[in-house]
């Protein structure tokens, strides 16, 4: 049975038919306005309407970002998009029909079990995925199955709290881990080294145009990839904290791999070697235990269409 997958996003949308081995056989975009939640909306249900045209769908999943609610069907809230106790899965059924079973499933939830059942942890029945963007997202399978908690909000593993005052998150609190984990915490310790280190800084600097402002993740990458000292250390302390974060999940959760993906996992072992090293110093019984193993994504940006797809056929 084809599903179709679609991963809502701030400014666009994705949707594709996916096929029961998590190929996707069309695809189709929509630019929507993150302040108008009618926009967001309206892109969703065109875009799915194009697709139904062409291919017979027998389910629909809507990967969203933020809190999802238990009975599937509702975004609680997500700070990007001006929804709060959305009913997006009956605003859209409304317009397709209740013939199309649809589900909504929180995107990083989605992408994670891409990865589970076509990508990188496959060949594991215990994976954590961490999508690391702009922020820090989370996904968890245990014994074969997406973990989603009592309410729909387990994996946010990026608000775990690591360290107690300090930096200020998004979500209210202070020293989350996606503070010290994400493309955004690359970014703000790039730029404070570039104010206070600036002899070191001479290539990000130029990558910046000479602006330390308009520095963003790709470029620290870039300088790293070229040999670039500073921003090897960068992204090693981006990896440190990503690997000790990786430790305190596993002694709870126990995976098999933990799966990176997100804009940053383009640095590959440059990020991977120092996130191996982090998660080893900070591991319980080292040396009497397995030790999980680190991968890169595989799914790349389709992981959202593929795995909300996968998931609306459960």
């Known amino acids: 049975m084809h599903a ?21 056989i069309a695809k189709v975009r929509r630019d929507t306005d993150p302040r108008d939640s009618d926009s967001v909306d309206h892109g969703v249900i065109e875009a799915c309407r194009e697709l139904i045209a062409s291919y017979e769908v ?14 599937q069907a509702t975004v609680r809230f997500t700070p990007n998009l001006p929804w709060r106790d959305h009913a997006l899965r009956d605003i859209v059924a409304a317009e397709l029909g209740s013939e199309i079973a649809i589900v909504v499933e929180n995107d990083a939830n989605a992408a994670g079990w891409a990865e589970f059942r ?16 702009t922020g820090l997202g989370g996904a968890v ?73 308009e520095l963003t993740g790709p470029q620290v990458t870039r300088a790293a990839q070229e040999g670039d000292p500073l921003a090897v250390e960068l992204l090693a302390e981006l990896g440190r904290w990503i690997g000790e974060g990786s430790a305190s999940v596993g002694a709870l959760l126990d995976p098999a791999v933990v799966v990176i993906g997100g804009g940053v996992s383009a640095a590959g072992d440059l990020l991977l070697d120092p996130a191996r090293r982090g998660y080893l110093e900070q591991l319980f019984a080292r ?17 959202g269409i593929v795995g909300a797809a996968d998931l609306a056929r459960l």
Request: hydrophobic residues 45%; charged residues 20%; contains cysteine.
């Open 141 to 213: 399978v245990v014994g074969g199955n997406l973990v989603r908690g009592a309410f729909g909000g387990a994996a946010e593993v990026g608000h775990m709290r690591v360290v107690p005052g300090g930096h200020y998150c998004g979500c209210g609190h202070e020293g989350c881990w996606e503070q010290y984990a994400s493309g955004s915490a690359l970014v703000r310790d790039a730029q404070a080294a570039l104010i206070t280190e600036p002899a070191r800084g001479t290539r990000l600097l130029e990558l910046a145009g000479g602006d330390v402002e």
């Open 4 to 24: 179709i997958g679609v991963d809502i996003g701030g400014t666009k949308i994705a949707a594709g038919v996916v096929d029961e081995d998590g190929r996707i």
């Open 58 to 71: 027998g389910a629909i999943g809507l990967a969203a970002p933020g809190f999802i609610g238990a009975d």
């Open 287 to 303: 040396g009497h235990r397995p030790e999980a193993q680190f991968a890169l994504a595989a799914m790349g940006n389709d992981a």
């Open 118 to 133: 076509f990508g990188a942890g496959r060949d594991v029945d215990d994976m954590l995925m961490l999508t690391i963007g």
